[in-house]
T-cell receptor, first 114, second 112 residues
């Protein structure tokens, strides 16, 4: 079955520690995205990548970093510089083309930092 | 820049209709609609494109008014399974970049 996997589902960390969230897709999509969702809020774009070895900052990139060494993988690191990291993190992917294509979302990782 | 959705919340009885609006302050290239159940990932419903092409779901329809920079999602004869939070995501610029800006969401509750 094709899809997006995110691991782990729940993650707990102490303040001051960096943490990396995994995102893997086998849909052969060129574009991948990371969103943050806070309770009762919409999705805010952290980073996105349309091609391997290239990525762009979204609206709330401060305190986060990403890499895109493989088409299938787009890990997100939440650094200690992120002031309020506790949130639900969603990874998505899509086809890239002239038209606009649906984004397929992974199941999400709920990060709690104390 | 974030699109504004209205209403914020709706409560319906099964079989009733609902309309959810999404309004942007910027010119639109595309509008995506997604539904999210609590604690789950958003699920795709519909894409509307500048120029009128529409792709999406059988039982739910939508409109796209380029001039007013608005889109509306129409849920007819609602079912219990329609409950969830609906998000619009807007694409801007003259062509597709893949980047979307999401609204704050509209919570829909369908009761028996």
């Amino acid at each position: 079955d094709g899809g997006i996997t995110q691991s782990p589902k729940y993650l707990f960390r102490k303040e001051g520690q960096n943490v990396t969230l995994s995102c893997e897709q086998n849909l052969n999509h060129d574009a991948m995205y990371w969103y943050r969702q806070d309770p009762g809020q919409g999705l805010r774009l952290i980073y996105y990548s349309q091609i391997v070895n290239d990525f762009q900052k979204g609206d709330i990139a401060e305190g986060y970093s990403v890499s895109r060494e493989k088409k299938e993988s787009f890990p997100l690191t939440v650094t200690s510089a992120q002031k309020n990291p506790t949130a639900f993190y969603l990874c998505a992917s899509s086809i890239v083309g002239q038209s606009s294509y649906e984004q397929y979302f992974g199941p999400g990782t709920r990060l709690t930092v104390t | 820049q974030q699109p504004v959705q209205s209403p914020q919340a709706v409560i319906l009885r099964e079989g009733e209709d609902a309309v959810i609006n999404c309004s942007s302050s910027k010119a639109l290239y595309s509008v995506h609609w997604y539904r999210q159940k609590h604690g789950e990932a958003p699920v795709f419903l519909m894409i509307l494109l500048k120029g009128g092409e529409q792709k999406g779901h059988e039982k739910i329809s939508a409109s796209f008014n380029e001039k007013k920079q608005q889109s509306s999602l129409y849920l007819t004869a609602s079912q219990l399974s329609y409950s969830g939070t609906y998000f619009c995501g807007t694409g801007h610029g003259s062509s597709n970049t893949g980047k979307l800006i999401f609204g704050q969401g509209t919570t829909l509750q369908v009761k028996p």
